[in-house]
Nanobody
């Protein structure tokens, strides 16, 4: 069972990136999936989450209106479209699966994590 995040890279401020998180080994179509990020010296923080069907999404205030989370259950993949990137968005981005009923905003409610992908935003 593995979560593989990809799509990170270097982008200028104002640019866009799309992150992907592919799950292998089992299906995660029944679970909420989320994206978190961690900048150097800071705690890992919630970015966005999406429920099992894709009908409900959650965003942190810092990315609302700029980032869009989506999923394709047939491909066992969740995406994070990031637009209007800012230098403060620079971090390692992690995808995760929440199999319980706890809050989608809470890091500790997620019980499976991918390895992270670096997003660098130049000003």
């Amino acid at each position: 069972v593995q979560l593989q995040a990809s799509g990170g890279g270097l982008v200028q401020a104002g640019g866009s990136l799309r992150l992907s998180c592919a799950a292998s080994g089992r299906t995660f179509s029944s679970y909420t999936m989320g994206w978190f990020r961690q900048a150097p010296g800071k705690e890992r923080e919630f970015v966005a989450a999406i429920n099992w069907s894709g009908a409900i999404t959650y965003y942190s205030d810092s990315v609302k209106g700029r980032f869009t989370i989506s999923r394709d259950n047939a491909k066992n993949t969740v995406y994070l479209q990031m637009n209007s990137l800012k230098p403060e968005d620079m971090a390692v981005y992690y995808c995760a699966v929440k199999r319980g009923l706890g809050s989608a905003y809470v890091k500790n409610e997620y019980d499976m994590w991918g390895q992270g992908t670096q997003v660098t935003v130049s000003s």
